[in-house]
């Protein structure tokens, strides 16, 4: 895993990602979780003992009560059950680098970090094989399994589970932890407000297309230890609400709308 420090503003978080030589698949960008390790998904978490064991009956219960679910498809499924809010070994990836950086530069976050896969051609995932075979983490975009224009820019990790390890799930840090497929931005704490500020002062607008408002703002007041932090972030939503359209020179590239996933575990 690289790592990136030294970042102080958005001009030199963009620069640095400019200087990345991307592989087919697109720069896929992910903030900080709320549990340690950052990059681990949610079933693989403490309170889920046995992995396999737990996603079978997710899926399997599923396929059993839900009446609208038309196919048995494993993919489709973890799909379902990660959109439902359900524990998955599926980890969701933004395309824009933008909407990462806010996120995570929110008070929530002790260390402020993003973190950058730029996976290669291999790790695409291969629809005919079933997720419980995988032996590496693998990448898909979301359209790709439930053919609905509206998931084309999402992207998800699948996580292996590690017979090696007790059948248990690597945090994504470990298990590329000698590869420059992961980065990871480290960004100055000093700077957490200034990078706000110049987003917003750069035009760049947080509208529906790319981030659902209301959903933020139960994400961004859902943690009481940061009460004093309500009125400002309820302001900064506001604003980024009323920015202009993302229209700017510098950042217009970056400017394009996406779908942003806000649930960091």
């Known amino acids: ?53 737990t996603e079978n009956e997710l899926l399997s219960s599923m396929v059993q009560y839900k009446d609208h679910v038309l196919t048995t498809n494993k993919w489709a499924l973890l799909c379902e059950a990660m959109d439902e809010g359900l524990p998955t070994r599926l980890m969701e ?50 359209s790709d399994i439930t053919f609905k224009d509206k998931d084309a820019q999402r992207w998800c990790t699948i996580h292996p589970i590690m017979k090696s390890i007790e059948n248990k799930i690597l945090p994504l840090e470990e298990e590329l932890i000698n590869s420059d497929e992961l980065i990871m931005i480290d ?9 706000l500020d110049e987003l917003v002062d750069y035009g760049f607008k947080l509208n529906d297309d790319t981030v659902n408002l209301s959903t933020l703002t139960r994400f961004l007041i859902s943690n009481s230890k940061f009460e004093r932090f309500i009125d400002e972030r309820q302001e900064k939503i506001e604003r980024f609400n009323m920015a202009m359209s993302p229209s700017i020179k510098k950042l217009s590239q970056y400017s394009k709308q996406y779908h942003a996933d806000f649930d960091f575990d």
Not at 14 to 24: E, K, M, P, V
Not at 106 to 114: A, K, L, R
Not at 187 to 195: D, E, G, K, L, Y
Request: charged share 20%; hydrophobic share 40%; proline share 8%.
């Open 93 to 142: 990836w933004i395309e824009n680098p933008l909407v990462a950086l806010w996120l995570a530069c929110q008070p929530q976050h002790e260390n402020i970090v993003v973190y950058i896969l730029n996976p290669d051609q291999s790790r695409n995932v291969d629809m005919e094989m079933t997720p419980s075979i995988l032996n590496k983490t693998a990448v898909f975009r979301v």
């Open 187 to 195: 960004i100055s704490n000093s700077s957490r407000v200034r990078i």
């Open 1 to 53: 895993m690289k790592i990136i420090k030294e970042i102080k503003s958005v001009n030199s978080y963009i620069n640095a990602i400019d200087d990345i030589q991307c592989s087919s698949i697109p720069l896929l960008f992910r903030g900080p979780s709320y549990n340690q390790p950052d990059l681990l998904p949610s079933i693989a978490r403490p309170e889920f003992i046995n992995i396999s064991m």
